[in-house]
């Protein structure tokens, strides 16, 4: 199995900051990477496809890069809405399989 | 817009299968792969298996032994099966539509809003 790691593991911001969450995978990837936004008891939303493709609607202040082991997520400055558990996943290869998440909370 | 929407006990024995429904609205579940994932409490995720509309299925290695998923097109649905649980199997439980890229495989873009499995006797 690919394993995905996360750091930090938690990150403690203010709005209007910008944020960077990274991602490593333990082998080559290539662009097949989703960024997922989760709040406490709500499933997961889709932020990020193939490392830097914004889902529609997803605001334009995140915004995602990397290829082969190394990715980032950015949020170019952080609002209210955006304080939340991001996870990272992996689809070039089976089983997909998830980072551990970074929260990101109130500073 | 398609949605998503996940049924089924919320309690399960241990050593019982647990089995869960997900019912897709406001779309077909024709043409697309369909996943199930799980979050046990206060920890990260993990792919339990897709299934695509026709049939054909792919499942994580480490639960193989013990998952079905199963498709019923003309409820527009599909399910998941998993049997001799234990209390590790105690998760949130979402169903998930995928959007497959080129040349690689899927991830999730639409959700479900989960449902709690509790494994206890």
């Known amino acids: 199995d690919i394993q995905m790691t996360q750091s930090p593991s938690t990150l403690s911001a203010s709005v209007g900051d910008r944020v960077t969450i990274t991602c490593r995978a333990s082998?080559?990837?290539?662009?097949?990477l989703a960024w997922y936004q989760q709040k406490p008891g709500k499933a997961p939303k889709l932020l990020i496809y193939?490392?830097?493709s914004l889902e529609s609607g997803v605001p334009s202040r995140f915004s995602g890069s990397g290829s082969g082991t190394e990715f980032t997520l950015t949020i170019s400055s952080l609002q209210p809405d955006d304080f939340a558990t991001y996870y990272c996943?992996?689809?070039?290869?089976?089983?997909?399989?998830f980072g551990p998440g970074t929260k990101v909370d109130i500073k | 817009q398609v949605q998503l929407q996940e049924s089924g006990p919320g309690l399960v024995k241990p050593s019982e299968t647990l089995s869960l429904t997900c019912t897709v609205s406001?779309?077909?579940?024709?043409?697309?792969?369909w996943s199930w994932i799980r979050q046990p409490p206060g920890k990260g995720l993990e792919w339990i298996g897709y299934?695509?509309?026709?049939?054909?299925?792919n499942y994580n290695p480490s639960l193989k032994s013990r998952v079905t998923i199963s498709v019923d097109t003309s409820k527009n649905q599909f399910s998941l099966k998993l049997s001799s649980v234990t209390a590790a199997d105690t998760a949130v439980y979402y169903c998930?539509?995928?959007?497959?890229?080129?040349?690689?495989?899927?991830?999730?873009?639409?959700w479900g809003k989960g449902t709690t499995v509790t494994v206890s006797s």
């Open positions: 193939k490392a830097s």
């Open positions: 299934i695509y509309y026709s049939g054909s299925t």
């Open positions: 998930a539509r995928d959007r497959v890229g080129y040349g690689s495989g899927s991830y999730m873009d639409v």
């Open positions: 082998q080559s990837i290539s662009s097949w």
């Open positions: 406001g779309g077909s579940i024709s043409s697309y792969y």
């Open positions: 996943q992996q689809y070039n290869s089976y089983p997909f399989t």
